[in-house]
């Protein structure tokens, strides 16, 4: 794997003293504990995909990730997932996210969520397929306890019940 | 969108990109900018071959950072509840510059 050169800054975007503040707990050294791993089993013009992303968006037709009791628990965040169709649009949509500004995602879902553009690489054959549904949890999670152990478990069962294969995870 | 936290928890693949919050596919209506990180972002992971790899991707956001609105309308609670402490890491911000 060849690399660009760009190396990228994560915090470019950040006002300095809140950088500083997330980035006073990350270690200096690389990782050295074990990481998962689950080789790709098959060229990506032939794998299933779906998408998943931090951003709590959720259907209008849903209740919204809930960040009321968050403002009165700043130390909580929702631990629940919700499923999207793949053929949602910006229309069906609602967002609620206290770490970011959602306007551009409910302007144009694809800036988060690409759904509209892996339909296209489906259709161009860049990809197998996009499955049915894809997913969005809240990112905003002090204690991952609830989101690791109840939630993803069960996004982890709905996706193998549409054989993905492979997920896109696009964070906040 | 923040490759740092890979060494926090490490993380299977990261096609890593200097995208606003909120925006890590690209520009609202941007079509094909977003087709360009995502075809990007397929070929990294066709690729990679073992765990842990970071593909930092080659696209500049064209708005200069201060100028990017990625914040929410009003301070989260936990930033609100920690301002004081992250005030004071302003100095040692600037200190590691």
């Given at each position: 794997?060849?690399?660009?050169?760009?190396?990228?800054n994560?915090?470019?975007?950040?006002?300095?003293?809140?950088?500083?503040?997330?980035?006073?707990?990350i270690p200096?050294?690389?990782?050295?504990?074990?990481?998962?791993?689950?080789?790709?089993?098959?060229?990506i013009?032939e794998?299933t995909?779906?998408?998943?992303?931090?951003?709590?968006?959720?259907?209008k037709?849903?209740?919204?990730?809930?960040?009321?009791?968050?403002?009165?628990?700043?130390?909580?965040?929702?631990?629940s997932?919700r499923?999207?169709?793949a053929?949602?649009t910006?229309?069906?949509?609602?967002?609620n996210?206290?770490?970011?500004?959602?306007?551009?995602i409910?302007?144009?879902?694809?800036v988060m969520?690409p759904?509209?553009?892996?339909?296209?690489?489906?259709?161009?054959?860049?990809i197998?397929?996009?499955?049915?549904?894809?997913?969005?949890?809240?990112?905003?999670?002090p204690?991952?306890?609830?989101?690791?152990?109840?939630?993803?478990?069960?996004?982890?069962d709905?996706?193998?019940?549409?054989?993905?294969?492979?997920v896109?995870?696009?964070?906040? | 969108?923040?490759?740092?936290?890979?060494?926090?928890?490490?993380?299977?693949?990261?096609?890593a990109?200097?995208?606003?919050?909120?925006?890590?596919?690209?520009q609202?209506d941007?079509?094909?900018?977003?087709r360009?990180?995502?075809?990007?972002?397929?070929?990294?992971l066709?690729?990679?071959?073992n765990?842990?790899?970071i593909?930092?991707?080659?696209?500049?956001?064209?708005?200069?950072?201060?100028h990017?609105?990625?914040?929410?309308?009003?301070?989260?609670?936990?930033?609100?509840?920690?301002?004081d402490e992250?005030?004071?890491?302003s100095?040692?911000?600037?200190?590691?510059?």
């Amino acid at each position: 794997m060849q690399n660009t050169g760009k190396v990228v800054n994560g915090f470019v975007f950040m006002p300095p003293s809140l950088g500083a503040w997330i980035g006073k707990d990350i270690p200096a050294q690389p990782f050295s504990g074990n990481i998962p791993w689950t080789p790709l089993k098959k060229p990506i013009s032939e794998t299933t995909f779906t998408l998943m992303t931090s951003a709590g968006i959720s259907m209008k037709t849903d209740p919204p990730f809930d960040v009321e009791r968050e403002k009165i628990e700043p130390a909580w965040g929702d631990p629940s997932s919700r499923q999207i169709p793949a053929s949602a649009t910006e229309k069906d949509i609602d967002v609620n996210h206290l770490h970011i500004n959602t306007d551009y995602i409910k302007q144009d879902i694809n800036v988060m969520l690409p759904l509209k553009r892996f339909k296209e690489f489906e259709k161009e054959g860049q990809i197998g397929r996009l499955a049915p549904n894809c997913y969005s949890y809240y990112g905003f999670q002090p204690d991952p306890t609830e989101l690791l152990t109840r939630t993803m478990p069960h996004v982890a069962d709905q996706m193998q019940a549409e054989n993905v294969e492979a997920v896109l995870l696009t964070p906040a | 969108m923040t490759p740092e936290f890979h060494r926090e928890i490490g993380i299977p693949r990261v096609a890593a990109i200097e995208y606003p919050y909120g925006r890590p596919v690209g520009q609202v209506d941007d079509a094909a900018g977003q087709r360009q990180v995502l075809l990007q972002t397929l070929s990294f992971l066709e690729k990679a071959g073992n765990p842990g790899q970071i593909f930092h991707l080659p696209f500049t956001w064209p708005e200069e950072a201060k100028h990017t609105k990625w914040q929410p309308p009003e301070i989260s609670p936990i930033i609100k509840l920690y301002l004081d402490e992250i005030k004071k890491m302003s100095a040692a911000a600037k200190r590691s510059k």
